[in-house]
């Protein structure tokens, strides 16, 4: 009997070392181990975030808003690629370069694909130099990279009496001279980062860059300012292609910030007396963002608890105030004569009748 279970147990051995039964069971393992590392590691299936930027001139308002519609994209983890949807003649010089760098940030974490509409001009095109990969419309307007700056008058106006000054400058801050100089180096700067970014594929001189010429999407593609032609649909097969995702869903960034917005407005606001909020203005919002995307899940009936929360109250007062923390040109400041504005410095296509 003993030498039967010997002779059994050394059978067994050969079988378990030959390769007819080590292969399957080293692929049912492998298996095994890859399905629970999917499914711990990716939780769902990939997605690909969508930003929609109708026709919008670049303000620090609007470069806010847009900021943390790219933040919320780089910060989601299952989102894995972006597309973005825009249209802009451009705007303010520095609104319109924090916007490329942020880009560029996100493009640094997953692909970002930019679908260009009606017009993508100036700062909309420098935010467009931040992505991986751009397409635009056959009628798309592209490109006017250059600079515009209110420089003041050649004789500059005699000051009032009463008004006393230290310096020659002090009021303007630069002399014509200066301004068209500082304009020039911006214009520059502008030129060398389209060139950078867009390397061999750029099909035009410097020169011919910076006379800031519109160019309709054909000639855009064909002069290398714009990758392919193509449209939104194109553009989230690309971000799937540069991503190496297939099944994926969609996600509306614009509605998942909208949303986030309104949960954290519900906080500050809710009542200090029962720590609830009431909002029947909520309901209208709710409803809105659900016709859009679906996005909002948060029944209108549901109150909110509130949390102290003095850093989300900061954070949402650029929501909130952003208007009304701007200085005015009636009054700056107290008795005091003069108008207060930003430098008049901008990256922006005004048109013809300008």
């Known amino acids: 009997m003993v030498n039967r279970f010997l002779a059994l147990g050394a059978a067994f051995r050969r079988v378990a070392a030959s390769w007819y039964f080590i292969a399957p069971v080293a692929v049912v393992l492998g298996l095994a181990i ?14 690909i975030g969508v930003i929609d930027l109708p026709f919008i001139v670049i303000t620090d308002d609007s470069e806010f ?3 943390e519609f790219l933040r ?3 910060e989601d983890d299952s989102i894995k690629a972006v597309v973005i949807k825009m249209s802009s003649p451009g705007g303010g010089a520095a609104s319109s370069e924090r916007l490329y760098f942020a880009t560029r940030k996100l493009r640094e974490e997953k692909p970002v694909v930019i679908a ?3 017009m993508v001009a100036s700062g909309g095109y420098m935010m467009a130099m931040g992505a991986n990969h751009t397409y635009a419309q056959s009628a798309s307007l592209v490109g006017n990279v250059g600079v515009i700056a209110l420089a003041g008058s050649l004789i500059p106006r005699p000051l009032p009496e009463v008004i006393v000054t230290t310096g020659p400058y002090k009021l303007t801050g630069a002399s014509r001279r200066d301004w068209i100089g500082l304009v020039n180096e911006l214009k520059d700067g502008f030129a060398h980062m389209v060139m950078r970014e867009r390397g061999d594929r750029l099909k035009i001189t410097e020169e011919e860059l910076t006379q800031g010429r519109l160019y309709a999407g ?6 290398g300012l ?6 939104k649909a194109e553009a989230m097969e690309k971000a799937a292609e540069l991503a190496g995702i297939s099944n994926y869903g969609i996600v509306d960034v614009n509605a998942e910030v909208l949303r986030e917005f309104i949960l954290r407005s519900r906080r500050i606001f809710a009542s200090e007396y029962d720590g609830v909020f009431h909002d029947p203005a909520y309901a209208s919002w709710q409803l809105m963002m659900q016709e859009n ?13 509130v949390q102290g929360d003095s850093e989300l109250q900061e954070q949402m007062g650029k929501f909130m105030l952003i208007n009304g923390l701007e200085a005015t040109q009636e009054d700056p400041l107290p008795e005091f004569p003069l108008e207060i504005g930003n430098p ?3 990256y922006l296509y005004v048109g013809n009748d300008y």
Do not use: H
């Open 65 to 67: 808003i847009i900021g």
């Open 72 to 74: 919320y994209a780089r």
């Open 116 to 118: 260009m509409d009606g």
């Open 34 to 47: 890859g399905v629970l590392a999917l499914f711990y590691a990716y939780p769902g299936k990939p997605k």
């Open 344 to 346: 008049n410095i901008y």
């Open 293 to 305: 995307s679906g996005a909002a899940n948060v029944s209108p009936a549901e109150p909110v608890q």
């Open 226 to 231: 714009v990758d392919e032609l193509g449209g």
């Open 218 to 223: 054909v000639d855009a593609v064909r002069f």
